[in-house]
């Protein structure tokens, strides 16, 4: 098959115009600048980060889009589940398939994917536990002696472990 001459790139291929780190409601913000255009809801666009990274952005800051430079009006990245996507989990140079939602007032511009993994802090679980000391196990204290032999040990492993498993002997 050969080469066609010319191509044309898809409509909803958008290449940002800057990457800035601002405050937004008192909240240091990474800002991805958009040319101007309307941006329907419900449409899908693939956004293209093309500038780099401020080095000021921290991993969990986070991303909003601003249209043809207005800064004063910022529309949120969040991920399919709505949850805030940060800075850590975006890429430059990266393309972004994303569809915008919107409401009466404002929108949101809503990731389909693609996104980085990234870093969480999330609890093991609730609640959260105190913190102890580990205790430690000794010989002595799981009934070893000096003397005791292999085949004693192994039955005493055993059994422990089945009380750890909870089946009684």
Do not use: H, W
């Not at 409509?11 to 913000?29: E, F, H, M, R």
């Not at 809801?41 to 990274?53: E, H, L, P, S």
């Not at 609890?123 to 913190?131: D, F, M």
Request: aromatic share 6%.
């Amino acid at each position: 098959m050969a080469c066609k001459p010319s191509c044309k790139l898809c409509k909803n291929l958008i290449i940002s115009t800057a990457v800035t780190v601002i405050t937004v409601d008192g909240t240091d913000t990474l800002v991805i600048d958009l040319p101007t255009r309307t941006y329907g809801d419900g449409c899908k666009y693939c956004i293209v980060i093309a500038q780099t990274i401020p080095t000021t952005a921290t991993i969990n800051m986070p991303v909003a889009f601003s249209i043809g430079g207005d800064t004063t009006t910022v529309y949120p990245f969040v991920r399919c589940d709505c949850s805030q996507v940060t800075a850590c989990s975006i890429r430059t140079r990266t393309r972004y398939s994303t569809i915008v939602s919107t409401s009466a007032t404002s929108g949101v511009f809503k990731s389909l994917g693609g996104l980085s993994c990234y870093p969480t802090n999330n609890l093991e679980s609730l609640p959260v536990p105190a913190t102890t000391t580990p205790a430690v196990l000794t010989t002595r204290s799981v009934g070893f002696t000096e003397e005791s032999t292999t085949n004693e040990r192994v039955e005493t492993i055993a059994k422990l472990s089945n009380k750890i498993k909870g089946v009684s002997n």
